[in-house]
C-alpha cells in the first residue's frame, strides 16, 4: 500500500514545562522538546517508527523551511516539499504540573493554488493502492473549495483519502467519500448537532457518519476508548489504563495504527484495536514523538473490542 500523507500547514511544536503558570506575570519555562509537526507528519512519524514505509508530503516556509527538514530527515522521514513565501507557524504548549496543557499557536505562511499543483508533482505516482492521508488544517490563501478540487483529483487517480481536518466540512466530506475519517466526541457532535454521553450514543454518531457515504468512521473517545462504524458494523474498544505524559499527536498516531492495520489486510475489528493500541502508546511519551513498536505490542494485549 502507497501511504502518502499531506501537511498543507506544517509548525514547530514547542513543548515547555513549570510547576505553575500565572497568568499576567513573567514566568520562566523550561524547554523540554522542540519538534517539527503537523498532523500528517505526526501521522508519517509514527508509520516510519513502526516500520510501515510512507511518504510525507508538506508545503514549507522559504524563511525557516531549511531547518524543518533536516529534523525530519533526521527522523528517517521520506519526504516530498515544496516551498512557499514566509514562516512555518510556532505551537507552544505549556505543561504545568497536575494541569491541563495551554496551547499558543501563531499564524504561519499564506500560499496561492498554484502551490497545490507543485505538491501534487512532488508526490509523484498516485494510482490504485494509493492512500493519501491529508491531516491539519490548510493555510491562508487556499480555500475550501480549492483544497477539495486538490483532494478529488487524487481521489480520481485511483487513491484512497483519510480526512482528519477541520478545513473540509461535512458536506465536502460526503462529497468526497474518504475511506476514513477520524473525529473526536466534540468534532462529531459539531458535526451531527447532538450531544454524545456515553458509548451508545457515540456508536449512533459514529453510524449516522458513516451511513452518509463514507467507508470507515473512527470516533476517539479519549479515555472510553474509540467507536469504529463500517459497513461491516459498529464496534467499541476500550482504552488500556496508561501514564499519560502527553496527548498531543495520540489523534495523528490512532489513524497510523489504522492505516498498518490496513496495510497488512485485518479486519475491522483488528484494524479498531491496532488504532487504539497506537494512539494509547502515543500518550507514554513527551511531545509529539511517535509510539514505540514495543509498547504497541504490549498495549494491543490490553484492549478488547466488542461489537456495538
Known amino acids: 500500500m502507497n501511504i502518502i500523507t499531506l501537511t498543507l500547514n506544517p509548525a514547530f511544536d514547542l513543548h515547555c514545562y513549570a ?11 523550561e524547554i523540554t522538546a522542540r519538534d517539527a509537526g503537523g498532523k500528517g507528519i505526526n501521522v508519517s512519524r509514527a508509520l516510519t517508527k513502526n516500520g510501515v514505509k510512507n511518504t510525507a508530503a508538506c508545503i514549507i516556509g522559504s524563511e525557516n523551511g531549511e531547518e524543518f527538514l533536516k529534523m525530519l530527515k533526521a527522523e528517517g522521514l521520506s519526504l516530498a516539499a515544496v516551498t512557499a513565501e514566509g514562516r512555518i507557524r510556532e505551537n507552544i504548549t505549556l505543561h504545568e504540573k497536575e494541569k491541563p496543557e495551554t496551547r499558543i499557536s501563531f499564524p504561519g505562511f499564506a500560499c496561492t493554488p498554484s502551490v497545490l499543483s507543485e505538491l501534487r508533482s512532488a508526490i509523484g505516482a498516485i494510482g490504485e493502492g494509493s492512500v493519501c492521508v491529508f491531516a491539519g488544517s490548510a ?4 480555500s475550501e473549495e480549492t483544497l ?19 478545513s473540509v466540512s461535512l458536506p465536502a466530506l460526503i462529497d468526497l467519500k474518504p475511506m476514513l475519517i477520524k473525529p473526536n466526541r466534540e468534532e462529531a457532535e459539531r458535526a451531527l448537532g447532538v450531544s454524545i454521553d456515553g458509548i451508545e450514543d457515540a456508536a449512533h454518531a459514529a453510524r449516522s457518519l458513516q451511513e452518509k457515504g463514507i467507508e470507515n468512521v473512527l ?48 479486519e475491522k475489528e483488528k484494524c479498531l484495536l491496532r488504532a487504539v493500541a497506537y494512539g494509547s502508546a502515543a500518550c507514554l511519551l513527551e511531545g509529539t ?9 504490549t498495549l494491543e494485549g490490553k484492549i478488547t473490542v466488542k461489537r456495538v
Open 219 to 266: 470516533l476517539s473517545l479519549g479515555s472510553e476508548g474509540a467507536i469504529l462504524a463500517a459497513k461491516e458494523g459498529v464496534y467499541h474498544a476500550t482504552a488500556p489504563k496508561v501514564e499519560v505524559l502527553s496527548t498531543i499527536g495520540a489523534g495523528d498516531s490512532t489513524i497510523a495504527g489504522f492505516l498498518s492495520a490496513v496495510a497488512e489486510g485485518f
Open 148 to 166: 477539495v478540487s486538490f483532494l478529488k483529483a487524487i481521489k480520481d487517480a485511483g487513491a484512497s483519502l483519510v480526512i482528519d481536518s477541520r
Open 289 to 297: 514523538a511517535p509510539p514505540l513498536p514495543e509498547d504497541v505490542v
Open 19 to 29: 510547576e505553575r503558570f500565572f497568568p499576567y506575570r513573567e514566568n520562566v519555562f
Open 139 to 142: 493555510p491562508a490563501g487556499l
